[in-house]
């Protein structure tokens, strides 16, 4: 009987772990204060429940400031016709999104532009100000 209980709770427990997990679009970035931003592509996580690209971008002064932006779910992305192949490691793009609100190099992805020139969409979690 003990043993049924313990698994039973560790199952809840593990369920209950991606719910903690998702975040809303207002609890991180703000709908208000929108950026784009040029750069190279460093590293791509196409992972579930959300991509980020990890982009190398340079300021006003020439120097690379490193910025990472939250996509939407790799099967949504998918289906509107993005592969994990799309962008490679160095490959220029340009991204536009929201800023984070704790002021970090973070921002949650409109679209992309591909560097064949293509604007495709993100998958951004924001419903508010599309």
Same mark, same amino acid.
């Given at each position: 009987?003990?043993?049924? +209980?313990?698994?039973?709770?560790?199952? +809840?427990?593990?369920?209950?772990?991606?719910?903690?997990?998702?975040?809303?679009?207002?609890?991180?970035?703000?709908?208000?204060?929108?950026?784009?931003?040029?750069?190279?592509?460093?590293?791509?996580?196409?992972?579930?429940?959300? +991509?980020?690209?990890?982009?190398?971008?340079?300021?006003?002064?020439?120097?690379?400031?490193?910025?990472?932006?939250?996509?939407?779910?790799?099967?949504?992305?998918?289906?509107?016709?993005?592969?994990?192949?799309?962008?490679?490691?160095?490959?220029?793009?340009?991204?536009?999104?929201?800023?984070?609100?704790?002021?970090?190099?973070?921002?949650?992805?409109?679209?992309?532009?591909?560097?064949?020139?293509?604007? +495709?969409?993100?998958?951004?979690?924001?419903?508010?100000?599309?």
């Amino acid at each position: 009987m003990k043993v049924r +209980i313990a698994r039973l709770l560790l199952v +809840i427990g593990a369920a209950a772990v991606p719910a903690l997990a998702h975040h809303s679009f207002a609890a991180e970035f703000d709908g208000t204060k929108s950026v784009k931003l040029e750069g190279t592509l460093n590293k791509l996580e196409w992972t579930n429940p959300h +991509i980020w690209l990890y982009l190398d971008v340079k300021d006003e002064s020439g120097t690379v400031v490193k910025w990472q932006c939250e996509g939407g779910a790799p099967n949504v992305l998918t289906r509107n016709g993005w592969t994990k192949d799309s962008l490679k490691v160095g490959d220029p793009f340009t991204v536009e999104g929201w800023l984070a609100k704790d002021g970090s190099k973070t921002c949650s992805a409109r679209s992309v532009k591909l560097p064949n020139g293509r604007s +495709i969409f993100a998958g951004s979690s924001n419903t508010e100000y599309k």
